[in-house]
Structure formats: structure tokens, C-alpha cells
């Protein structure tokens, strides 16, 4: 298989989130990055996750509850644009999100740049310095490349005095491979 974005996703999350931190998980899809969040911030951490779907809010919850990371994980059936509501600003040191599709579930239902951009906004207010994020951008089928292409410009645009974005490419791969996004706020 070899690398993917998820797992450099991983890599990057886990060089970065210590136990005790607050995390957010800002598409909870079926809830493997909730998870991974939980393993890293321990009991003492927190970890917020958001999903629109309720198919994917219960999927994440018996996820959690099979991993016994109930006690750490608050999950939401609540829009990511939403997630200041739940949190303070500058008190999160890590969120991730997966732009696209449900793995699995309905195709025809896939994030969209409307409520993804403000979520990345919010996202932005909420990171404490030195946090980080992470955006795997799935795109082609169905979604098409609508939201790829508006994430992509906006992130071109995020302030670099104070934040360092890193979009990566599998440049070899044919198809739509997906592509991973590190941001950085500088401290």
C-alpha cells in the first residue's frame, strides 16, 4: 500500500498532540481519527468531534465506546462551522479534518466549501499557538473538484506571519489521489 495521506496525517498529529491536550476531530466520518485523537491526549485530554451524519455521530460514539475512550470524547451532531461553540479560542492544540465523503457511506453526500472554509476559519481562531491542523482534501467521483479547488485558494491566502500551510502531493499517482494539508500557527 504504502504511504497515504492518512498516514501521514498521523505522523504529523502524533509528533505534535501530547496527553492533556484538547483536540478536535472536525468530521468524525466513522470515528478513526476520534480514536487516534483519544490515544494520544490520554484520559487526561479531551477530545471534540463533529459530524453532520447521524449515521457517522453513531458510528464514532460505538467506536469509542469499543476503545473505552468514552470518558475522553464528546461527539456532536453538529456542523464543523460550529465548533467555537464548544470551545475557547486559543485553547486547542490540534484539529483534524477529512474534506469529502463518508468512506463507505453516501457519496452523494460530501462536505462542500461553504461550510468548509468557515470551519477552517474557526478552526484557525481556536488553535493555540504552536497548534497545529491537518486536512486530507478527498475530491473527485461524485463531489468533483469544487471543493479542492476553493480549499486550496484559500489556504494560499492564510496569513504567513502567522501560520505556515504545507500542501502535499502524491505526484507519481494517477487518479484522485487525495491530497494532505499541514498547517502550523506560529507561536
Same mark, same amino acid.
Given at each position: +500500500?504504502? #504511504? ?17 491536550? *484538547? ?6 466520518? $466513522?470515528?478513526?481519527?476520534?480514536? =487516534?485523537?483519544? &490515544? #494520544? ?7 471534540? @468531534? =463533529? ?13 469509542? &465506546?469499543? $476503545? ?8 456532536? *451532531?453538529?456542523?464543523?462551522? /460550529? +465548533? ?8 486547542? &492544540? ?14 452523494? *453526500?460530501?462536505?462542500?466549501?461553504? @461550510? ?16 497545529? +491542523?491537518? #486536512?486530507?482534501? %478527498? %475530491?473527485?467521483?461524485?463531489?468533483? %473538484? ?7 485558494? %484559500? #489556504? ?11 500542501? /502535499? ?13 499541514? *498547517?502550523?500557527?506560529?507561536?
Amino acid at each position: +500500500m504504502g #504511504l497515504n495521506t492518512l498516514f501521514l496525517a498521523h505522523k504529523f498529529v502524533s509528533e505534535h498532540v501530547r496527553p492533556g491536550d *484538547l483536540c478536535i476531530d472536525a468530521t468524525a466520518g $466513522k470515528g478513526r481519527d476520534t480514536a =487516534f485523537l483519544c &490515544s #494520544l491526549t490520554g484520559e487526561n485530554g479531551k477530545v471534540l @468531534s =463533529f459530524d453532520i451524519q447521524p449515521a457517522a455521530v453513531e458510528q464514532t460514539k460505538a467506536l469509542l &465506546s469499543e $476503545k473505552g475512550f468514552d470518558s475522553i470524547a464528546d461527539v456532536f *451532531l453538529d456542523s464543523h462551522e /460550529n +465548533m467555537e461553540q464548544y470551545a475557547a479560542a486559543e485553547s486547542v &492544540s490540534c484539529i483534524m479534518f477529512n474534506f469529502g465523503w463518508l468512506p463507505g457511506g453516501d457519496h452523494k *453526500l460530501f462536505t462542500r466549501p461553504e @461550510s468548509s472554509i468557515p470551519a477552517i476559519e474557526a478552526g484557525l481562531r481556536l488553535l493555540k499557538p504552536g497548534g497545529i +491542523m491537518s #486536512l486530507c482534501i %478527498y %475530491y473527485g467521483g461524485e463531489s468533483g %473538484y469544487e471543493e479542492r479547488d476553493a480549499l486550496l485558494a %484559500y #489556504l494560499a491566502g492564510i496569513d504567513n506571519r502567522k501560520y505556515t500551510v504545507i500542501v /502535499n502531493t502524491f505526484h507519481n499517482r494517477t487518479g484522485d489521489p487525495p491530497i494532505p494539508v499541514f *498547517l502550523y500557527k506560529e507561536i
